[in-house]
């Protein structure tokens, strides 16, 4: 048995983790009371860089982290961050900042077989990102004609589906509106 430091309960020692360099080679404070001070001290580095330390976090684990859903579109196929940012978090703090970060606001490279760098990078709206992608197939004239031949009821939607090489469900988003947007059809990079 052992007493927290912070929450004063006295636990098993199970209910600490383990530290060599201790005495009696547990730390002083318990699991529960150690992850709520891990929570606390990410939430408030998060207020603090405005969630630019999210974004980072996140592209570092686009990139080197194997077992990151995402990792096979990423680190995968050999994109990475470049050195200054990767080693150096003030640099992508700073540049983040004079170059139009809000919150809100996504990371995007502006050619997708390059990495992260400060010339390939910018900051863009979740729709506009989505529609920059490897995985996007369709044009800005793709689109403006699935809604012609859908307007005009020329063909169905599972027609024009497998005339372009997507699913019946991208074609009905797109005709009712719900992604491809008309602002976002005329993002430039």
């Known amino acids: 048995m052992k007493t927290c430091k912070t929450c004063k309960k006295t636990l098993p020692l199970s209910a ?51 077992r990151h859903n995402s990792y096979s579109r ?24 004079n170059n139009g970060y809000e919150k809100g606001l996504q990371i995007d490279r502006i050619d997708n077989s390059k990495g992260y760098a400060p010339e390939n ?9 989505q529609h920059n992608t490897d995985r996007c197939v369709l044009s800005d004239d793709d689109i403006r004609c699935i809604r012609n031949l859908h307007s005009n009821r020329r063909k169905s939607q599972r027609q024009i589906a497998k005339f372009f090489g ?22 430039t990079p």
């Open 16 to 66: 600490f983790h383990k530290d060599r360099n201790l005495k009696d080679g547990y730390r002083n404070i318990c699991k529960q009371c150690a992850c709520q001070r891990s929570r606390k001290s990410w939430r408030d580095k998060l207020d603090a860089t405005n969630g630019l330390l999210d974004v980072l976090h996140s592209m570092k684990h686009r990139c080197y982290n194997p």
């Open 166 to 187: 997507v699913s019946q469900s991208v074609i009905s988003r797109i005709c009712s509106g719900k992604t491809w947007k008309e602002e976002s059809l005329c993002v």
């Open 74 to 97: 990423y680190g995968g196929r050999g994109i990475e961050i470049c050195e200054e940012w990767l080693f150096d978090e003030n640099q992508f703090y700073q540049w983040a900042i």
């Open 121 to 129: 990078c910018r900051f863009v709206t979740p729709a506009q990102n």
